[in-house]
């Protein structure tokens, strides 16, 4: 497969993951079921903070490393580049701290 490809089989796999979730919690909310103390929608609020830990902390792991093998690269050739390649670096893995925090305020709306 290519990559156009995969990543939208990816993207249409992970829709359909989030039907699957969801639409369980869409049809008992439509019957008019009474919400238990705590029941559905907090078990939808955990996997919404695991998610939101999980992906970030992959696309920090894949921008780290594409953004690391180009500062080898670029210091390899310019040694004196070393401080903004650790600029770069530190952004890309920032975004695992971003969603941490996102689980955070995620877990304290409980």
């Known amino acids: 497969m290519t990559k156009d490809k995969l990543s939208t089989f990816f993207v249409f796999a992970v829709l359909i993951?989030?039907?699957?979730?969801?639409?369980?919690?869409?049809i008992y909310a439509?019957?008019?079921?009474?919400?238990?103390?705590?029941?559905?929608?907090?078990?939808?609020?955990?996997i919404g903070?695991?998610?939101?830990?999980g992906l970030a902390c992959i696309a920090s792991g894949f921008?780290?490393?594409?953004?690391?093998?180009?500062?080898?690269?670029a210091v390899s050739e310019k040694p004196e580049l070393?401080?903004?390649?650790?600029v770069f670096l530190g952004l890309a893995e920032g975004i695992a701290i971003?969603?941490?925090?996102i689980a955070i305020?995620?877990?304290?709306?409980?």
Request: charged content about 10%; some cysteine.
């Open 17 to 26: 993951c989030a039907m699957c979730f969801l639409l369980p919690a869409v």
């Open 30 to 46: 439509a019957e008019g079921v009474p919400a238990k103390a705590g029941a559905d929608w907090m078990g939808l609020a955990y």
């Open 49 to 53: 903070a695991g998610l939101a830990v």
């Open 63 to 73: 921008a780290v490393a594409r953004i690391g093998s180009a500062a080898i690269g």
């Open 82 to 86: 070393m401080g903004r390649t650790l």
């Open 98 to 101: 971003y969603g941490l925090i």
């Open 105 to 110: 305020m995620i877990l304290n709306k409980l």
